[in-house]
C-alpha cells in the first residue's frame, strides 16, 4: 500500500492537489455563478468527506485526505495551486490541470500501480460529482454543460481511464 513516504515531496505534491485540480477543471471549464461555485465546491469536499468515512477506501486516498485535513498539506495545496495559477484564465486552469493530472497518472503508474485503479476512480467520481453540482445557465438549465462534458472526458483521458 502506498503512502506520502513512497513518493518525493514534489510527486506527493501532486498527488495531494490531485483531488482539488479534479474539480477545478470541471468548475473552470463552465464558470458559474457564485451560487454554482459554492455548489460544485461543497461537491469536491464531500466528496473527500464521504471518502474519508468509507472504510473501504484506498490507502492512498486515506493518506492523501489525512494530509490534506493538516495545517501543512493545505498549505502544501494552497501554494501550489497559487504558483501554477496565479492570473491564471480558466481555459488555462482547464489545460494546467489536466497536465498535472496526467502526470499523476504516471507516477502513480510508477509508484503505486496497485493503488492507481482506485486513486483514479476517485479523482474521476470528484470531477462528475462537481459537474452534476449545480445546474449551468441557472434554474432549468443543463444539469452538466457540454464543456463540462467534454471536460470529464479530457479528465478520464488525462488519467489514462478511458474505455
Known sequence: MSNKESFTPEEWTKILVGPMLAGMAVSAADPSELWGLIKEGSASSSAMAAAKSDAGSNELVKAVIADFETQEGRSTVRNALRKRFAGAKPADVVQGSLEILREISTVLATKAPGDTPAFK??????????????????????????????????????LGTTT
Open 121 to 158: 476512480a476517485w479523482l474521476n467520481d470528484i470531477s462528475r460529482k462537481v459537474s452534476e453540482a449545480s445546474p449551468e445557465g441557472g434554474i432549468g438549465g443543463a444539469q452538466v454543460s457540454n464543456a463540462e462534458k467534454a471536460t470529464l472526458a479530457e479528465i478520464s483521458k488525462a
